[in-house]
């Protein structure tokens, strides 16, 4: 059975940092380009970070850029975002997926994804 299990969503202050994980079982993880897509209230999905099979690109929405780091470890299947300055505007449902391809475009397409994780909610908030 396929996995992608978030984890570390929590409520955080404005200028706070988190840092989410995304264990991935049933498929070959190493295999997979890897993505956070959130869902702030209200609005629809944005792919804001992909990162490659290998872990040597990545890519970052205006939104996050500089604030936020994708990175990977394929010895522990896992995917990981660490969120530095969060801001109230970072507020949303934080979902990883599994895609053949690095996406790099904000606008999500659901069916170009092949796995979602059940996601994990961050809130930013004084």
């Known amino acids: 059975e396929v996995q992608l299990v978030e984890s570390g969503g929590a409520l955080v202050q404005p200028g706070g940092s988190l840092r989410l994980s995304c264990a991935a079982s049933g498929f070959t993880f190493r295999s997979y380009d890897m993505n956070w897509v959130r869902q702030a209230p209200g609005k629809g999905l944005e792919c804001f970070s992909s990162i490659n099979t290998g872990g040597g690109i990545a890519w970052y929405a205006d939104s996050v850029k500089g604030r936020f780091t994708i990175s990977r470890d394929n010895t522990k299947n896992t995917l990981y975002l660490q969120m530095n300055s969060l801001k109230p505007e970072d507020t949303a449902m934080y979902y990883c997926?599994?895609?053949?391809?690095?996406?790099?475009?904000?606008?999500?397409?659901?069916?170009?994804?092949?796995?979602w994780g059940q996601g994990t909610q961050v809130t930013v908030s004084s």
């Open positions: 997926a599994a895609s053949t391809r690095i996406m790099v475009d904000t606008t999500v397409d659901p069916d170009e994804y092949n796995y």
